[in-house]
């Protein structure tokens, strides 16, 4: 049988919080099969963009772009530190090859401030174009083709996905600041500190569970979302 949601009144949607950072993997992982979510279930997802503080605890490096090799002088990890970051990415490319057709995931170049990518989607969401942002986003951040850290490439983004981007520097310094902070300042007192994590009335998810969300209906492996335009979202 088809999957039901819960119980609710007529006309009213319970809500799904979902908190991701784009410099996170797993993240990457979980954005497709969390809009599924919409489509199985009778839910409003709300997006909330989170910055993670990777090198607060995995240390940093940042690493060629082309070769791969870490750069001179920005190794500041551990030994410890470089097992956890290979064993984490050797985990995300497990279920990445669970795809159909598989998902090719490159470890970030450094430990991007992803700030203003969460700022933008703060603004896609409010013109109502953050699914089309999303789609643009994450892909091309993933395969290294994006500066996240860049307020022009982001708003080439937002163009891309149909935002009209008046205003939106002026958000950035202002407003989207502002939300992007209070968003932090409540994830950390919900006890958030990795992603994706989701968050269904008082019940909060575990984030790494969550991040490997897989799909074995045949009628949606036979018809990837998106898989026409972008094969990193065929299929999950």
């Given amino acids: 049988?088809?999957?039901?949601?819960?119980?609710?009144?007529?006309?009213?949607?319970?809500?799904?919080?979902?908190?991701?950072?784009?410099?996170?993997?797993?993240?990457?992982?979980?954005?497709?099969?969390?809009?599924a979510l919409q489509?199985?279930?009778?839910?409003?997802?709300?997006?909330?963009?989170?910055?993670?503080?990777?090198?607060?605890?995995?240390?940093?490096?940042?690493?060629?772009?082309?070769?791969?090799?870490?750069?001179?002088?920005s190794n500041e990890r551990s030994p410890g530190q470089w097992r956890a970051v290979k064993y984490a990415y050797a985990n995300v490319?497990?279920?990445?090859?669970?795809?159909?057709?598989?998902?090719?995931v490159y470890g970030t170049r450094k430990i991007w401030d992803t700030?203003?990518?969460?700022?933008?989607?703060?603004?896609?969401?409010?013109?109502?174009?953050?699914?089309?942002?999303?789609?643009?986003?994450w892909p091309s951040f993933w395969r290294r083709d994006l500066d996240a850290e860049d307020l022009g490439t982001l708003a080439a983004v937002l163009r891309a996905s149909g935002v009209d981007t008046a205003g939106f520097e002026e958000f950035v310094a202002g407003d989207g600041r502002r939300e992007l902070m209070e968003i932090q300042e409540e994830a950390t007192r919900r006890g958030i500190f990795g992603v994706p994590s989701y968050v269904f009335g008082s019940v909060l998810s575990a984030f790494v569970q969550a991040?490997?969300?897989?799909?074995?209906?045949?009628?949606i492996l036979a018809a990837p979302y998106l898989s026409a335009r972008n094969e990193l979202f065929a299929g999950f």
């Fill in 39 to 73: 489509e199985d279930f009778d839910v409003e997802l709300v997006w909330r963009p989170y910055v993670l503080d990777i090198a607060g605890f995995l240390g940093s490096a940042e690493v060629g772009a082309q070769d791969n090799k870490v750069r001179q002088g």
């Fill in 1 to 35: 049988p088809a999957p039901s949601a819960a119980v609710t009144p007529a006309g009213s949607r319970r809500r799904v919080e979902v908190y991701v950072d784009l410099k996170s993997p797993y993240a990457f992982l979980a954005i497709e099969p969390t809009y």
């Fill in 115 to 137: 700030s203003l990518a969460g700022i933008a989607m703060l603004f896609a969401e409010r013109r109502g174009r953050l699914r089309d942002f999303q789609q643009r986003l």
């Fill in 211 to 219: 991040g490997c969300a897989t799909r074995t209906d045949p009628a």
């Fill in 93 to 104: 490319r497990r279920y990445a090859a669970e795809r159909q057709p598989p998902l090719t």
